[in-house]
């Protein structure tokens, strides 16, 4: 079964830095012709999209985030990435990689405290 890995959270202090990794498990030859993305979820709070970069490699940004994050994607590693910068303790959430197509994995636990 084909599932998304996501990697690299962690806890940091306000006004660190993270990157986040997803990689699809299994040989995917559709993922490059979909746009991918990362989802955050805080406690008591909806499932939220972060950001999101078209099969093109055009990035869109929720406007929390613009300009301190970058999302990026390597369709030969089947693998979607998102560099946090200047994080803000409003930014601890559970982080998700979004492919439309896939079910959705665990997820990585972002905290910003001191």
């Known amino acids: 079964q084909v599932q998304l890995v996501e990697s690299g959270g962690g806890l940091v202090q306000p006004g660190g830095s993270l990157r986040l990794s997803c990689v699809v498990s299994?040989?995917?030859?559709?993922?490059?012709?979909?746009?991918v993305g990362w989802y955050r979820q805080a406690v008591g709070k909806k499932r939220e999209l972060v950001a999101q970069?078209?099969?093109?490699?055009?990035?869109d940004y929720a406007d929390s985030v613009k300009g301190r994050f970058t999302v990026s994607r390597d369709n030969a590693k089947i693998a979607v990435y998102l560099q946090m910068n200047s994080l803000k303790p409003e930014d601890t959430a559970v982080y998700y990689c979004?492919?439309?197509?896939?079910?959705w994995g665990q997820g990585t636990q972002v905290t910003v405290s001191k």
């Open positions: 970069i078209s099969a093109a490699e055009w990035p």
């Open positions: 299994d040989n995917d030859r559709d993922f490059r012709n979909y746009a």
């Open positions: 979004y492919v439309p197509y896939l079910p």
